[in-house]
C-alpha cells in the first residue's frame, strides 16, 4: 500500500484509471507488529521467504502522510472485523483527507477481516467486490 501511493507520488502515471487501497495500517502498528521484537519478526519473514532489516521502519513513509498527497482517484476501505486497519482509523485518515477530491473512503466490509481467504462466506466477496469496485 505505501509503495503503490509513493509509486504514485513519483511517477505520476498517466494510464491509471484508479487504485485501490484495503485496509491501512497506521505507522505505530508497523512499528509494534515488526520492529518491537525484530529478531522474532526477522525468523518469521525469513519462514516467508521474505526479508527484514533494520532499514525497515526507518523506510517507511506513514499512510498518514502520503494519502492527504494523492492526485490520482483512490478508493480506500477496511474490514469491520480488521483487527489492524480499524474503521476509527479510516475515519481519522478520511479527516486528513478533506480538502482532496481523489480521495474516497467507503465503508467498511461487513464482518471482514483484514485478509478475505476462500474460507470466508461468498456473500462476503460479493461485498468486498462491490464496496470496491462498484460505484
Known sequence: MLVSLK??????PKRLDRLVLWGAIP??????MFMRDVADSQSTAFEKKSKLD????????????LLPTVQHRTIITCGGEDKYS?????SYLKQLCI?????EFREPVVGAAH???SECPLEMFKSYMDTL???
Open 99 to 103: 480538502g482532496n477530491a481523489q480521495v
Open 54 to 65: 533494520g532499514s525497515f521502519f526507518p523506510s517507511l513513509e506513514p499512510i498518514e502522510v
Open 115 to 117: 485478509e478475505l481467504t
Open 86 to 90: 480499524r474503521p476509527a482509523f479510516h
Open 133 to 135: 469496485f462498484c460505484a
Open 7 to 12: 509509486s504514485l507520488q513519483l511517477e505520476n
Open 27 to 32: 505507522l505505530w502498528l508497523y512499528w509494534k
